[in-house]
């Protein structure tokens, strides 16, 4: 797993991708390092292409070492000042966003997929 730089700052976001038709159970391919600074939000969007009966479990997990790891809080488009770190279900292909909130104490970020039944995964992260 190599760990993938996107710090963010000044005049423009920077972004970083953490699994590319990713398949089957596990940690995304990728981890993401935004930096000393937990002042920047981030946006995750994950992208899935789908066979027959499909279902993906996520969670986002954040990290302040790179060797321990929590769930991270992030927040639906919708919802965008509600907060969660429950693990959310994808089961149709598309695009999901998640925003990952400013100040929260994470500096590596990586995704696990669980229960996957027939969902190819693409997962890419902006930090602004």
Do not use: K
């Not at 995304?28 to 946006?43: I, Y």
């Amino acid at each position: 797993m190599a760990v993938q730089t996107a710090f963010g700052g000044d005049r423009y976001p920077n972004s970083a991708r953490l699994s590319e038709a990713q398949v089957g159970n596990g940690i995304s391919t990728h981890t993401v390092d935004r930096g000393a600074t937990t002042d920047r939000p981030a946006l995750l969007t994950i992208t899935t292409t789908v066979g027959e009966t499909p279902t993906c479990t996520y969670q986002i997990e954040g990290s302040a070492d790179g060797s321990t790891w929590w769930p991270a809080a992030y927040a639906d488009l919708a919802t965008p000042e509600a907060p969660s770190v429950a693990p959310f279900d994808i089961t149709a292909a598309g695009t999901a966003h998640r925003i990952l909130r400013p100040g929260h104490p994470w500096r590596y970020l990586r995704v696990t997929y669980s229960a996957n039944t027939a969902v190819t995964n693409t997962a890419d992260i902006v930090i602004f």
